[in-house]
């Protein structure tokens, strides 16, 4: 089972335009309940402690996809999805940034009051969170956002964000209630990241005679508390998506699915059958972030080929297609509650179909052409940044799509 784990993001500054916000609470809604029909709320809870699944889903909501602001907006969009609907879907959402996380204990009391789950057990969990990232691991970040997400039987995760100005990172942490017995005996999968010299951690098992000394400290060396680095996340620096930060053949496999294939060859998708390939393809990425295993998830700049991102990296955000995959996905849910679950069954193909092309697909060199092509065609779908729409480029042919 997967434990916490953490991931350190480039400080980002500002906010999400309203037509970017009310779509990002729009599909995280839609992707909410679509893991919910299938696999129940377990899976969902267990997803928002996986740092590498939330930056996905983050990516694919058209946030730029290495920002500490994806944090932020993230929770915020689930926030206003969820929280309206919460006792229709059994899952709540309390916290925030700022004030909003100060609010915490008198939510989770409220949902208690609904609900028949201990209140003060949850509010004793939300703070024991937040008092262990803050303060029993000093590495330098200030806990500035806490949001505790909450299944209708008691199960949760934490995501919190704290701040380091010295460095220029935030650093996200992630809980989950099954993966750990004790608070201070190594919740965290990881709590390591590059290293900057010593850190207090009170949690590592090498500190149990601080703890009951209290009066010494033992400070460890980083390396010593690791025991998954791979759930530790690092973002680079640099706003633009390169090469290096995809998995090439996963992301040419979906390309090659929505550009190149013929729908009739798969029978499973003829559902979908008029659905525009630049549709197809944001639609087989999103199918990931619902339906992928863990390992899926290794490369979250991946995802942000589905919507683009507001900053305009790797592309501006398609607002019609990003509209027509939330159609697609509204469309299917409200036929799925009433027993008509054909078009999900076709959207989660979407995924399963790219992964066996993954197997045969062989990337070239050819990455900056597939962004080029996405950037001059962007206009064509209503491609937006934080400057403005996008721009009819100046007479020329468009690049060529060749996958790689």
């Not at 029909?37 to 889903?57: A, K, N, V």
Request: with cysteine.
């Amino acid at each position: 089972m997967n434990r916490s784990g953490h991931a350190d993001l480039p400080l980002h500054y500002g906010t999400v335009p309203p037509w970017l916000a009310t779509r990002m609470a729009q599909l995280g809604r839609a992707i909410t309940e679509s893991i919910l029909i299938e696999y129940g709320p377990h899976t969902f809870i267990q997803r928002m402690s996986d740092p590498l699944w939330f930056q996905s889903l983050g990516a694919v909501m058209g946030m730029d996809w290495h920002s500490s602001g994806i944090t932020t907006s993230v929770v915020g969009a689930l926030k206003r999805a969820i929280n309206p609907i919460s006792d229709q879907l059994g899952l709540y959402v309390c916290g925030g940034r700022g004030k909003y996380s100060r609010q915490t204990p008198q939510e989770l009391m409220k949902i208690a009051m609904k609900t028949g789950l201990d209140g003060d057990e949850l509010v004793r969990s939300s703070k024991l969170s937040a008092k262990v990232d803050n303060t029993s691991i000093q590495d330098g970040f200030s806990i500035y956002l806490h949001s505790f997400f909450l299944a209708k039987d008691g199960q949760w995760s934490v995501v919190q964000q704290g701040m380091n100005g010295a460095t220029g990172y935030a650093r996200r942490y992630h809980w989950h209630s099954q993966a750990f017995q004790d608070f201070l005996k190594e919740p965290h999968t990881s709590v390591v990241g590059p290293n900057q010299g010593e850190i207090l951690n009170l949690t590592a098992n090498e500190a149990d005679k601080t703890k009951d000394g209290i009066l010494e400290l033992t400070k460890e060396k980083p390396g010593i508390i690791s025991r998954e680095a791979q759930r530790y996340v690092l973002m680079p620096p640099h706003h633009e998506v390169r090469a290096k930060d995809i998995d090439l053949k996963r992301l040419g496999s979906v390309l090659a699915l929505a550009h190149d294939s013929d729908i009739n060859n798969f029978e499973e998708l003829l559902l979908l059958k008029g659905v525009g390939p630049r549709t197809l393809q944001s639609l087989t990425l999103v199918s990931e972030v619902i339906h992928g295993t863990p390992s899926r998830f290794t490369d979250p700049a991946r995802f942000s080929f589905a919507h683009g991102g507001k900053d305009g990296h790797p592309f501006p955000v398609p607002l019609k297609t990003y509209d027509e995959t939330l159609n697609i996905l509204r469309t299917g849910l409200e036929k799925a509650k009433i027993g008509h679950s054909d078009k999900l069954r076709a959207v989660k193909s979407l995924s399963q179909i790219a992964q066996r092309l993954e197997d045969s697909f062989t990337p070239n060199a050819n990455f900056e052409e597939v962004i080029a092509k996405e950037r001059a065609e962007s206009y064509k779908y209503g491609g937006m940044t934080v400057k403005g729409p996008a721009k009819k480029p100046a007479a020329k042919s468009s690049p060529q799509l060749q996958l790689f």
